[in-house]
């Protein structure tokens, strides 16, 4: 019998610090009214100095859990798409299965930049579909505050923080992932980047006084070519769900830019209140955007069981995907998961395996 990826969870998790338009326009040369209406942003969350990615994609995780009633014993799959990990190695997603004590979990990280949500999904519902694996959780967690050049008005303004989440689970009724598209063009990796700090141009002096460990772009190419790309890859998803756009309920984009998104519905020719759009609150998430969105649009009431959506995005790499997805709600369970309890219990557990691996290291030291 057919096995299908239902996404039974959704979480998010935004820091509580605001910055808005006109804080930024005490920090570099620009106003409230250039951002608004070139990008559509007004306001995005800063990540505190307590804060980071693998943090705010715990919580998220955490949330997706509540709501699928799933606990972390029951995860075989972590899987956190983000260009702003905690560290180089070890991946985030394995801070975050140490801070779920998802002990059956396999965990790692998915690098495709903006598009990195829409792969890693596609990838970990495969991994469902194949009978492999029962479950999983897909994160898109970025902490981008900490990588932008705070006096680079061209990049500054656009990038926020934050972190979504969905849980997947196994299901014999047709619902998840229905098709996906994948898509890289490595020609323009130059045009979205951050040079420095991997193997190729490691940390320096020089690295950190030419400002190579900031986000580096090229905003008119990487517009033109999200704008094009946004619709080609609907279409394709879309057909390959042997379905056309009046199926679709809603779309849930990248949230890079208004006018890019605008661009893309009218390349499409739909209207633009089927798509989900709140990059005025919150910038550009990267990975996680698009999952936040769509925590967004079912607290919105705007994504019901039974609906078929695309989450469409673009990135650098360059990468660029969509996918098809049946929305379908929660698989009825008796199971209550409380967040503070698997918290503390991950803590617990995480504290005596290190104290284990302590003492099994002094005897071994002995012997
Ligand atoms: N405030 C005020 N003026 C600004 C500014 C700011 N924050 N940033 C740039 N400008 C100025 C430029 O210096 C330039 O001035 P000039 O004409 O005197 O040289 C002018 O505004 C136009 O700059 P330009 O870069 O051509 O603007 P744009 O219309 O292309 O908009 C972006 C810039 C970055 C908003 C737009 O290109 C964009 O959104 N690109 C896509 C970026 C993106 O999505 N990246 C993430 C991908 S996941």
């Known amino acids: 019998m057919a096995l299908y990826a239902r996404i039974t969870?959704?979480?998010?998790?935004?820091?509580?610090?605001?910055?808005?338009?006109?804080?930024?326009?005490?920090?570099?040369?620009?106003?409230?009214?250039?951002?608004?209406?070139?990008?559509?942003?007004?306001?995005?969350?800063?990540?505190?100095?307590?804060?980071?990615?693998?943090?705010?994609?715990?919580?998220?995780?955490?949330?997706?859990?509540?709501?699928?009633?799933?606990?972390?014993?029951?995860?075989?799959?972590?899987?956190?798409s983000t260009s702003s990990p905690d560290y180089l190695f070890p991946a985030t997603a394995c801070l975050v299965q140490d801070r779920l004590g998802a002990m059956h979990a396999g965990a790692f990280d998915l690098m495709a930049a903006c598009t990195g949500f829409i792969f890693a999904l596609n990838l970990a519902s495969q991994a469902i579909r194949s009978g492999s694996i029962k479950s999983a959780v897909v994160i898109g967690a970025e902490t981008f505050s900490r990588l932008v050049n705070w006096k680079d008005r061209n990049t500054c303004i656009l990038f926020g923080d934050g972190a979504g989440a969905f849980v997947l689970q196994a299901s014999q009724e047709p619902a998840g992932v229905l098709s996906a598209v994948m898509r890289s063009d490595g020609s323009g990796s130059d045009l979205l980047s951050l040079p420095a700090g991997g193997s190729r141009n490691p940390a320096s002096l020089a690295s950190v006084t030419n400002g190579q460990h900031y986000i580096h772009m090229n905003g008119r190419e990487v517009f033109r070519f999200a704008s094009r790309v946004m619709v080609q890859a609907t279409h394709e998803a879309v057909t390959a769900a042997h379905l056309t756009l009046d199926d679709i309920q809603l779309i849930i984009p990248h949230q890079a830019n208004q006018r890019i998104i605008e661009s893309a519905v009218r390349g499409l020719d739909v209207p633009l209140e089927r798509c989900m759009i709140n990059l005025d609150r919150y910038g550009n998430t990267g990975a996680a955007s698009i999952p936040i969105a769509a925590c967004e649009a079912v607290q919105q009431s705007r994504l019901k069981p039974g609906d078929k959506v695309v989450l469409v995005g673009f990135g650098a790499g360059l990468t660029w995907g969509a996918a098809v997805v049946e929305w379908s709600g929660l698989i009825p369970t008796k199971a209550k998961i409380r967040p503070t309890q698997v918290r503390l219990f991950a803590h617990l557990r995480s504290f005596l395996r290190r104290l284990l691996r302590h003492v099994e290291g002094w005897i071994w030291g002995r012997s």
């Not at 930024?24 to 209406?37: A, C, G, H, K, P």
């Not at 990615?53 to 997706?64: F, G, K, V, Y």
């Open 9 to 80: 969870g959704w979480g998010m998790s935004v820091p509580e610090k605001v910055l808005t338009n006109a804080d930024l326009s005490n920090m570099v040369d620009t106003t409230d009214e250039w951002i608004r209406s070139v990008t559509g942003i007004k306001e995005r969350r800063i990540a505190s100095s307590e804060e980071t990615t693998a943090s705010m994609a715990t919580e998220a995780a955490l949330q997706a859990l509540e709501v699928a009633q799933l606990h972390p014993d029951e995860i075989d799959l972590i899987v956190v």
